[in-house]
């Protein structure tokens, strides 16, 4: 077994990082065969630290864990404005991309590093954690029903998180030169995800970002919000922001149905999570309570959210590797169409809150 | 105690009446001294069909009972469209007077039944029953406590019900002779009054309408949406519906907390209804799970939040015919911002979705 164990290279030290090497260890089909940093000194105190097996190597670059032949695969979670120059350099040393959200600064750099992907032949996954969740299925499911939830009308979603003054000071998520897209990269991103679910990763035709963003003194947005629409009237709102108290919501609406949860990115509990569910919820007759309620749903999983996402991610690489197969599109589809969305809405705060039309 | 009652006459047979009528029956300081109709037949099977007191006068036209001198208040359940003639009327007769909402097709003929209802003194209050519920209170003590819910970032309302077939072609609030305000006026009426709420009643600047309102063939609006913006930054985004399951949720996002509620405006239970609330909830350290989550409230009322509404209003009437008080301004001022903001989004609409200003 072990030698069919795909081996994964992390490149760059950041804080999720700590996370993701506890799910790759958890991981029954994958294992960390090396870890880099810009330092020598920082790789190998983050290998110390986070139960990295002995037998990981420890670069003091990122040229060099790309050019270890024994690395399958590798995860990357270095700020966005450097996935274009590292993606495709590792998608050229024909390493499987396990790549941080979001994937890249607009989909003209997302698509470059998917044209080295697919010349190397590479599988690319991005690290969205919770649509990897056994629950993110079971909200498919309903969603997708046309018996329990009919056609989608509306989804809304909201993603806020109240950062210190350290935060907004000095995390990359607020620096021009690294994570330029700021709480609509950071938090956005897993609103956009979330609508496309619900409408079954079907684009959006137009992108209107609402007023009163709010970015710091380098432009970075800290907080912003829009409105998506379909050609057949469904309309979906986000809002995200780093500056209000952790909530993470859907609410859809469906003809027959509703779904409503309040964990959607990280769950309440590792093992075990919830959301409501509502079909054809109704009043009573003289309108007093309700004859029919939503009911909760409760999905258990062995394994979190993000070893998961590291097992089907090696699941993949490993009929590449061992069974020749082609690289599975269906994760870098829906990676683009996030980041096409998040394009808009950011061209439409540029333009003053104008319309923005979406195209493949 | 009996001669203390506030006797109140029930102007209109409409669905909603059999629901506040025991509403009145059921508030301790209220009873239903008369009811009218259109036709005295129609008047005379409801009040006996709906349990009012036998001593109950029974008129065939909404005049007789406004000149019966014994009413000292009507509860007027009209379509909004004959608010305006029969509300002035009311108040003309000194009649104290308990309006179905919206309140007016426009907040300029509010304004006409507010000067009739201060020109004689009388008491005025609109029908939205969840705010006299406790757990409303509850909710309110909570976002605006800046220690546990901080300062207002952004709030967001929905309201839809699956209308059928039958309603949406012969219900009067699809009619434009009826409640030309259709969905705007019904549901978007309460995501409206939700949002005011947890602004703790300060005005939005200004109402951008949402693309895609659905309209029927008549031109009366059967979904649409909204986004508010305050001058301080807060924004809310609403959407109200008669073509989605039934929903009703706010989320309301502080800078250091959150609520959540799925049933505002009607609870699932009469007797006990909840809300979530949160306090700088937080991750856990690895983010995978949160160390702290929003905690269930729950709140219970004898008396169902319709009654509580009743015995509200007949206290102040009571104040005002056995101690001569005033009438007290705080329904009548938020009946008339919740129409303000209502005529601001169907004025975006009107004008292909331009941001329009709001003054009081």
Same mark, same amino acid.
């Given at each position: 077994?072990?030698e ?9 030290? /950041?804080d999720?990082a700590r996370?993701?090497? !506890?799910?790759? =260890? *958890?991981?029954?089909?994958? #294992? ?6 810009r330092s020598?000194e920082?790789?190998?105190a983050?290998?110390?630290?986070n ?12 040229e060099?864990i790309?050019?270890d ?5 590798v ?5 966005t404005?450097l996935?274009?120059?590292w993606a495709?350099?590792?998608a050229q040393?024909?390493?499987h ?7 890249a600064l ?19 996954m ?9 629950r993110?299925?079971?909200? /498919?499911?309903?969603?997708n029903?046309t018996? !329990?939830?009919g =056609? *989608?009308?509306?989804?809304r #979603? ?15 998520r607020v620096?021009p030169?690294?994570?330029?897209l ?7 991103w ?5 609508i ?7 684009l ?5 970002a ?9 432009g ?6 829009a409105?998506l ?18 909530t993470?919501?859907?609410?859809a609406i469906?003809?027959?149905?509703t779904?409503?949860v309040?964990?959607?990115?990280i ?8 959301f ?10 003289l ?7 939503p009911?909760?749903h ?12 590291v097992k ?7 009929e590449?590797?061992?069974k020749?197969?082609?690289p599975e ?11 096409l ?5 950011k061209t439409?705060i ?11």
């Amino acid at each position: 077994m072990a030698e069919t164990l795909i081996q994964i290279g992390i490149v760059g030290c /950041a804080d999720i990082a700590r996370k993701v090497s !506890r799910a790759i =260890n *958890l991981a029954p089909n994958a #294992t960390i065969c090396a870890v880099s940093s810009r330092s020598q000194e920082k790789a190998a105190a983050f290998a110390a630290a986070n139960g990295l097996p002995l037998s990981a190597k420890v670069y003091g670059s990122y040229e060099a864990i790309l050019e270890d032949p024994e690395v399958d695969a590798v995860y990357m979670p270095l700020p966005t404005s450097l996935h274009l120059k590292w993606a495709v350099l590792a998608a050229q040393n024909k390493k499987h991309l396990l790549l941080e959200k979001p994937v890249a600064l607009d989909v003209a750099q997302f698509d470059r590093i998917l044209e080295a992907c697919e010349s190397s032949g590479v599988q690319f996954m991005d690290n969205t954690m919770w649509v990897h969740n056994p629950r993110t299925a079971a909200m /498919a499911n309903f969603l997708n029903d046309t018996q !329990r939830f009919g =056609n *989608l009308k509306s989804v809304r #979603t909201c993603f806020t998180s109240a950062a210190d003054s350290d935060y907004l000071s000095r995390n990359i998520r607020v620096k021009p030169d690294l994570d330029a897209l700021g709480a609509l990269g950071d938090h956005g991103w897993y609103c956009i995800r979330a609508i496309l679910l619900a409408a079954n990763y079907e684009l959006p035709k137009r992108a209107v970002a609402s007023y009163e963003p709010v970015v710091n003194k380098d432009g970075v947005i800290l907080e912003c919000g829009a409105s998506l629409y379909w050609e057949d009237g469904k309309v979906a709102t986000f809002h995200c922001s780093f500056l209000g108290n952790l909530t993470m919501d859907i609410t859809a609406i469906g003809t027959r149905g509703t779904l409503h949860v309040h964990d959607f990115i990280i769950p309440y509990h590792e093992k075990e999570s919830s959301f409501l569910a509502g079909t054809e919820t109704t009043f009573d007759d003289l309108v007093t309570g309700w004859a029919k309620q939503p009911i909760k749903h409760t999905i258990s999983t062995d394994l979190p959210q993000e070893a998961l996402l590291v097992k089907e991610f090696a699941r993949l690489v490993s009929e590449i590797k061992f069974k020749n197969s082609k690289p599975e599109k269906k994760w870098p589809t829906i990676s683009r169409k996030t980041q096409l969305v998040l394009d808009a809405v950011k061209t439409s705060i540029q333009r003053g809150f104008e319309t923005v039309h979406i195209h493949e």
